[in-house]
């Protein structure tokens, strides 16, 4: 039987994904947790009465709304987070990106209890931190990420020694089949119109520039524990295929469904079960699955990811943080999509590689990157 659940993140799309699971397997709810504590969180604790209802950083108004309405259910500040995060025998789901996200994934793991991670740039940003505080606390960790649910649930079973090849699928977004030269012209418009998944802005525009496969090749290194050559990316248009695990006599492992979150967000709390979800059976009318090799030389972003990856360290952290910057400058229009890498690629320059031992560590890097990712955007990009 699943634990009861905390979910940070909770107004997003993981969280309601998640509370859309909890619903339908009957697990409880022990907190619910957002950034801001907009209408969307009070009508949340509305829906979930038992449920703890946590403001990570509301304005002024928020918190009298929330506290005239909630009384003493509602409670404020990211602190809070971290403790009910910690309470034992709890499962978090951690849809909240940035420097809360990541204080709360550490108290998770460092308090042995289960993770189920939807933050990408949790792990990418702050792998070295992470990955300490899961080994001093015992705690579990598990991909929510579908491509990572894929590769995980292919390795049950498995003798880690056995594998030859993590492969992540990428469905290759808007502008698979482009040459460099028609990448130039692409508007923030035709970027953000993802063919397979829907989602955030950020996620959809990296989707289409190959960075976000970049950032899951380095989530898998980490969550998987495998050198950098043996996590490989296959374009598969069609997003069925989630990802595929190649063993070394040849035979390949393959995560196959339609995409749908609730899938890997379902098996992230369940696991070892395996339990009836949302999904009803696998459709196969006129179903055609096509594979090919990624075009390196268009979408660089891949190469770049890769090569901070085996850089290690902060590394990663400044490719996060600099594509991040770059992103909201080509949305803004300030910037063409082709000058995404090259923001990136120049801050990786201008950035010194340093150790990650604290959170501390991963804002400061996360902070430098994003002022010289700004100042050169700034200048010449
Ligand atoms: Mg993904």
Redesign the pocket.
Known sequence: MSQPLVVLGATGSIGRQTLDVAVRLGIEVRALAARRGSADLIDLASQWPDAQIVAAAPTGDERERMAASLGDRASFGSEVMEDLAATPNTTVVNGIVGAAGLRTSIATLEAGNRLALAN?ETLVAGGPVVLAALKRGGGELLPV????SALFQCLVGEDPTAVRKLILTASGGPFRGSTLENLEQVTPQQALAHPT?NMGKR?TIDSASLF?KGL?VIEAHYLFDLPYDKIDVVVHPQSIVHSLVEFVDGSLKAHVGEPDMRVPIQYAVTYPDRVAGALGEFDFTSRSLTFDLPDRKAFRALDLAYEAGRTGRSAPAVLNAADEVAVHAFLDGRLGFLGIPEVVERTLEQVPVVDLTTVDDVIEVDREARAVAHSLLGGAC
């Open positions: 990408k990420d579908s491509e990572h998944w996620v976000n899951e």
